[in-house]
Nanobody
Framework: VQLVQSGADTRNPGASVKVSCKTS????????VHWVRQAPGQGLEWMGR????????AYGENFQGRVTFTADTSTSTAYVEFTSLRSEDTAVYYC?????WGQGTQVTVSS
């Protein structure tokens, strides 16, 4: 089982960013994909999850309205798109099935 994420990204405040998580080695539609982030000096924060089978989503309270999860079953890839980025969104973003983790994607928000 592998989860391979897209590379680091730097954006200006107010911009959007989309991070991908390409999965392999298991049935993509059989397991939720969760998104978690870790800001500098902070603990892990659960952002939410998507059910790739039907696209059903659940968002963490701090992310409602600014984050969108999607899943492409043709490529077994999950995505998180973040809008209206703020400096405090600077963090390492992870996708995970809770048993396997991606390598993390550094997103830096800076003017």
């Amino acid at each position: 089982v592998q989860l391979v994420q897209s590379g680091a990204d730097t954006r200006n405040p107010g911009a959007s960013v989309k991070v991908s998580c390409k999965t392999s080695g298991y049935s993509f539609i059989s397991v939720y994909v969760h998104w978690v982030r870790q800001a500098p000096g902070q603990g892990l924060e659960w952002m939410g999850r998507i059910d790739p089978e039907d696209g059903g989503v659940a968002y963490g309270e701090n992310f409602q309205g600014r984050v969108t999860f999607t899943a492409d079953t043709s490529t077994s890839t999950a995505y998180v798109e973040f809008t209206s980025l703020r400096s405090e969104d600077t963090a390492v973003y992870y996708c995970t099935t809770l048993t396997t983790w991606g390598q993390g994607t550094q997103v830096t928000v800076s003017s």
